[in-house]
Protein backbone atom coordinates (compact mmCIF):
# COMPACT_ATOMS: atom_id res chain seq x y z
CA UNK A 1 0.00 0.00 0.00
CA UNK A 2 1.56 3.64 -0.94
CA UNK A 3 1.16 6.25 1.84
CA UNK A 4 0.92 9.74 0.82
CA UNK A 5 1.51 12.50 3.38
CA UNK A 6 -0.32 15.79 2.20
CA UNK A 7 2.77 16.84 0.33
CA UNK A 8 4.25 12.98 -0.90
CA UNK A 9 5.14 9.76 -0.28
CA UNK A 10 5.85 8.70 3.91
CA UNK A 11 7.40 5.73 5.24
CA UNK A 12 7.60 4.34 8.68
CA UNK A 13 10.36 2.34 9.85
CA UNK A 14 10.90 0.93 13.90
CA UNK A 15 14.34 0.77 15.18
CA UNK A 16 15.76 -0.76 18.47
CA UNK A 17 18.68 1.63 20.30
CA UNK A 18 21.24 -0.33 20.92
CA UNK A 19 23.67 -0.04 23.45
CA UNK A 20 26.69 1.56 21.42
CA UNK A 21 24.30 4.37 20.46
CA UNK A 22 23.85 5.06 24.53
CA UNK A 23 26.13 6.90 26.99
CA UNK A 24 26.96 5.76 29.91
CA UNK A 25 23.96 7.15 31.71
CA UNK A 26 21.78 5.08 29.18
CA UNK A 27 21.36 8.08 26.92
CA UNK A 28 21.21 8.22 22.87
CA UNK A 29 24.11 10.34 21.95
CA UNK A 30 22.53 13.25 19.56
CA UNK A 31 24.67 12.26 16.54
CA UNK A 32 22.25 8.88 16.57
CA UNK A 33 19.45 10.82 15.69
CA UNK A 34 21.17 11.76 12.20
CA UNK A 35 21.58 7.89 11.99
CA UNK A 36 17.94 7.23 12.46
CA UNK A 37 17.26 9.47 9.88
CA UNK A 38 19.52 7.75 7.42
CA UNK A 39 17.99 4.31 8.47
CA UNK A 40 14.18 5.87 7.59
CA UNK A 41 16.01 7.08 3.83
CA UNK A 42 17.03 3.40 3.36
CA UNK A 43 13.62 2.00 4.64
CA UNK A 44 11.95 4.45 2.26
CA UNK A 45 14.38 3.62 -0.50
CA UNK A 46 13.90 0.20 0.04
CA UNK A 47 9.85 0.79 -0.27
CA UNK A 48 9.16 3.01 -3.10
CA UNK A 49 12.17 1.24 -5.19
CA UNK A 50 14.08 4.34 -4.92
CA UNK A 51 17.50 2.93 -3.33
CA UNK A 52 20.97 4.39 -2.74
CA UNK A 53 22.25 1.38 -5.16
CA UNK A 54 19.42 2.35 -7.40
CA UNK A 55 20.62 6.06 -8.19
CA UNK A 56 24.15 4.54 -8.58
CA UNK A 57 23.41 1.81 -11.39
CA UNK A 58 21.97 4.79 -13.22
CA UNK A 59 25.18 6.87 -12.77
CA UNK A 60 24.66 9.32 -9.81
CA UNK A 61 25.61 9.66 -6.15
CA UNK A 62 23.21 11.40 -4.10
CA UNK A 63 25.71 12.99 -1.13
CA UNK A 64 23.87 15.14 1.79
CA UNK A 65 24.32 18.49 1.55
CA UNK A 66 22.11 19.95 4.38
CA UNK A 67 20.89 18.12 7.85
CA UNK A 68 19.19 19.77 10.84
CA UNK A 69 17.77 18.10 13.52
CA UNK A 70 15.28 19.20 16.42
CA UNK A 71 15.51 17.30 19.69
CA UNK A 72 12.68 17.22 21.88
CA UNK A 73 12.90 14.44 23.76
CA UNK A 74 15.73 11.86 24.47
CA UNK A 75 15.74 8.20 23.67
CA UNK A 76 17.55 5.61 26.12
CA UNK A 77 19.10 2.36 25.73
CA UNK A 78 16.45 -0.03 24.78
CA UNK A 79 13.96 2.09 23.73
CA UNK A 80 12.53 1.29 20.49
CA UNK A 81 12.23 4.73 17.49
CA UNK A 82 9.96 4.88 15.16
CA UNK A 83 11.41 6.93 12.33
CA UNK A 84 8.74 8.54 9.84
CA UNK A 85 9.98 9.87 6.57
CA UNK A 86 8.17 11.86 4.25
CA UNK A 87 9.62 12.66 0.44
CA UNK A 88 9.14 16.54 -0.12
CA UNK A 89 8.50 17.00 -3.73
CA UNK A 90 10.49 19.89 -5.52
CA UNK A 91 11.47 21.04 -8.48
CA UNK A 92 14.85 21.34 -7.94
CA UNK A 93 17.45 18.98 -8.88
CA UNK A 94 17.22 17.38 -5.14
CA UNK A 95 15.92 15.33 -2.76
CA UNK A 96 14.32 16.50 0.27
CA UNK A 97 13.22 14.69 2.92
CA UNK A 98 11.41 15.78 6.80
CA UNK A 99 11.76 13.35 9.75
CA UNK A 100 9.76 12.62 13.07
CA UNK A 101 10.79 10.53 15.47
CA UNK A 102 8.56 8.87 18.03
CA UNK A 103 9.39 6.76 21.50
CA UNK A 104 7.36 3.66 19.95
CA UNK A 105 6.28 2.63 23.49
CA UNK A 106 4.57 6.41 23.70
CA UNK A 107 4.09 7.93 20.58
CA UNK A 108 6.21 10.83 22.54
CA UNK A 109 7.45 12.69 19.26
CA UNK A 110 11.87 12.66 20.23
CA UNK A 111 12.99 14.74 17.44
CA UNK A 112 11.98 16.12 14.10
CA UNK A 113 14.54 17.00 10.91
CA UNK A 114 14.95 17.39 7.63
CA UNK A 115 17.58 16.53 5.06
CA UNK A 116 18.71 17.82 1.27
CA UNK A 117 20.68 15.74 -1.06
CA UNK A 118 21.79 16.54 -4.87
CA UNK A 119 22.68 14.49 -7.53
CA UNK A 120 26.57 14.00 -8.52
CA UNK A 121 27.63 12.14 -11.33
CA UNK A 122 29.45 9.53 -10.31
CA UNK A 123 31.90 9.22 -13.14
CA UNK A 124 33.25 13.16 -12.51
CA UNK A 125 31.38 14.17 -9.44
CA UNK A 126 29.82 17.10 -11.51
CA UNK A 127 26.64 18.58 -10.50
CA UNK A 128 23.63 18.00 -11.93
CA UNK A 129 21.03 21.34 -12.17
CA UNK A 130 18.48 19.20 -13.31
CA UNK A 131 16.80 16.18 -12.51
CA UNK A 132 17.96 12.70 -14.24
CA UNK A 133 15.43 11.31 -16.11
CA UNK A 134 15.06 8.19 -14.37
CA UNK A 135 14.02 10.42 -11.51
CA UNK A 136 11.43 12.42 -13.04
CA UNK A 137 9.97 8.70 -14.18
CA UNK A 138 10.07 7.60 -10.82
CA UNK A 139 8.11 11.01 -9.78
CA UNK A 140 5.57 10.82 -12.07
CA UNK A 141 5.02 7.19 -11.06
CA UNK A 142 4.14 8.08 -8.08
CA UNK A 143 1.84 11.32 -9.00
CA UNK A 144 4.37 13.70 -7.56
CA UNK A 145 4.96 16.11 -10.46
Known amino acids: MIEKNENGLSNRTEILVRFNEADP ?4 WHGHYIRYFE ?7 EKYGI ?3 DFFNHGFVV ?6 CDYKRALKYGDKVIVETNFIPCRAAKIKFAYHLFNAQTM ?3 ATG ?8 KEN ?3 QLANPS ?9 KLV
Open 25 to 28: LGIV
Open 39 to 45: DGRESFG
Open 51 to 53: RYL
Open 63 to 68: PIVNVQ
Open 108 to 110: ALV
Open 114 to 121: SSVQVFLD
Open 125 to 127: SML
Open 134 to 142: FFEEWKKKH
